[in-house]
C-alpha cells in the first residue's frame, strides 16, 4: 500500500492462491478485471481504496467468496452496485464512499445478519432493512 503504483493491477496476483490479506491502498491503479482476481479463492481482505478505479464492471468480486473486507472506497467507480454480490456471504465491511455508485443496497442483508457499508456522507450498519438506497 501507499506505492503510488500506476497503471493495471498485476495480472500476477491471482496466482497468490492462498493469499488472505491484500492491500493496495493509495496507489494508481485505474483498472481491475476478473482475470486479476480469480484464483483468490481465500481472499478475506481486500482494499482497493484510494486509487483510481474506473468502469461499471463490479459483478467480478463475487468470485470473492471468502471476502470479510471489501473497500472501494476514494476511486471513479461508477453504476449499481451488483446484486451478485450475494455470493460473498462472509461479508461484513463495505466501503463504497466517494464513487459514483446508486441503486439499492438492500439485498445486502442477506449476506449477514449484520454489515457494515460505508456510503457517500454516512455510515450506516444494514440490518434486515427491505431496501437502502445510496
Given at each position: 500500500?501507499?506505492?503510488?503504483?500506476?497503471?493495471?493491477?498485476?495480472?500476477?496476483?491471482?496466482?497468490?492462491?492462498a493469499?488472505?490479506?491484500?492491500?493496495?491502498?493509495?496507489?494508481?491503479?485505474?483498472?481491475?478485471?476478473n482475470?486479476?482476481?480469480?484464483?483468490?479463492?481465500?481472499l478475506?481482505?481486500?482494499?482497493?481504496?484510494?486509487?483510481?478505479?474506473?468502469?461499471?464492471?463490479?459483478?467480478?468480486?463475487?468470485?470473492?467468496?471468502?471476502?470479510?473486507?471489501?473497500?472501494l472506497?476514494?476511486?471513479?467507480?461508477?453504476?449499481?452496485?451488483?446484486?451478485?454480490?450475494?455470493?460473498?456471504?462472509?461479508?461484513?465491511?463495505?466501503?463504497?464512499?466517494?464513487?459514483?455508485?446508486?441503486?439499492?443496497?438492500?439485498?445486502?442483508?442477506?449476506?449477514?445478519?449484520?454489515?457494515?457499508?460505508?456510503?457517500?456522507?454516512?455510515?450506516?450498519?444494514?440490518?434486515?432493512?427491505?431496501?437502502?438506497t445510496?
Amino acid at each position: 500500500s501507499h506505492n503510488q503504483i500506476q497503471g493495471t493491477i498485476p495480472r500476477g496476483i491471482s496466482d497468490l492462491t492462498a493469499l488472505e490479506r491484500l492491500d493496495l491502498v493509495e496507489n494508481k491503479f485505474e483498472k481491475e478485471s476478473n482475470r486479476d482476481f480469480s484464483g483468490l479463492k481465500h481472499l478475506k481482505f481486500l482494499d482497493l481504496g484510494r486509487n483510481a478505479l474506473k468502469g461499471s464492471r463490479l459483478d467480478f468480486f463475487s468470485s470473492l467468496t471468502s471476502l470479510e473486507i471489501l473497500r472501494l472506497n476514494n476511486n471513479s467507480i461508477s453504476g449499481t452496485v451488483p446484486r451478485s454480490w450475494r455470493e460473498m456471504v462472509h461479508l461484513s465491511e463495505l466501503h463504497l464512499f466517494d464513487n459514483d455508485l446508486w441503486g439499492s443496497i438492500g439485498f445486502l442483508c442477506q449476506l449477514s445478519p449484520q454489515i457494515m457499508v460505508k456510503i457517500p456522507a454516512k455510515e450506516i450498519l444494514v440490518k434486515a432493512a427491505p431496501a437502502v438506497t445510496v
